[in-house]
């Protein structure tokens, strides 16, 4: 009997460490600095959006980016402009909820996740529209590999 008692309160004593742990999980990050408001990962197809401290706000979301042809460009960006409602002349399509940031035209916007861009970074219409009113001119955006 005091070896069943020993095993119960071992097994309650690794059930508590085990939820102790769980708690204290390291919160969620992405692989750009902390100063990046949009982080986009192209071999992962995710993107997130952060404080600019590092934390977390919003996704990873999944995403879809340029074509090998028309690669979405890998740096250290700041958001140029936005236009809820941009329709693209050179390749003739709507580009919902805009958020340009490098100055060749690169923006996140709602798009095709099964379809990939020339250059610019799809998103959901939800991811879209949460992209399009937490990013504001000068804001970091990266792009990693």
Same mark, same amino acid.
Request: glycine fraction near 10%.
């Given at each position: ?5 020993? =095993? ?13 742990? @769980?708690?204290?999980?390291? /919160? ?5 600095? =902390?100063? =990046?408001? =949009? ?7 995710t @993107?997130?959006?952060?404080?600019? /401290? ?17 690669p ?20 003739? +399509? ?10 060749? +035209? ?12 020339? +250059?610019?970074?799809? #998103?959901?219409?939800?991811?879209a ?5 937490? #990013? ?10």
């Amino acid at each position: 009997m005091n070896r069943r008692m020993i =095993a119960l309160l071992g097994g309650v004593a690794a059930m508590a460490g085990t939820v102790a742990f @769980a708690g204290t999980a390291e /919160a969620a990050s992405t692989p750009c600095s =902390a100063e =990046a408001k =949009a982080c986009v990962q192209r071999s992962s197809n995710t @993107a997130w959006l952060t404080d600019g /401290a590092g934390n977390v706000t919003y996704g990873g979301v999944p995403i879809t980016v340029g074509l090998p042809k028309y690669p979405t460009p890998l740096g250290k960006f700041h958001v140029q402009y936005k236009d809820i409602d941009h329709y693209s002349k050179q390749f003739n +399509g709507p580009m919902p909820y805009s958020v340009f940031f490098t100055t060749t +035209g690169v923006a996140f916007h709602q798009g095709s996740l099964k379809v990939k861009s020339h +250059g610019c970074v799809h #998103l959901s219409h939800d991811a879209a529209v949460t992209f399009y009113n937490s #990013l504001h001119p000068g804001d970091v955006v990266e792009v990693v590999s």
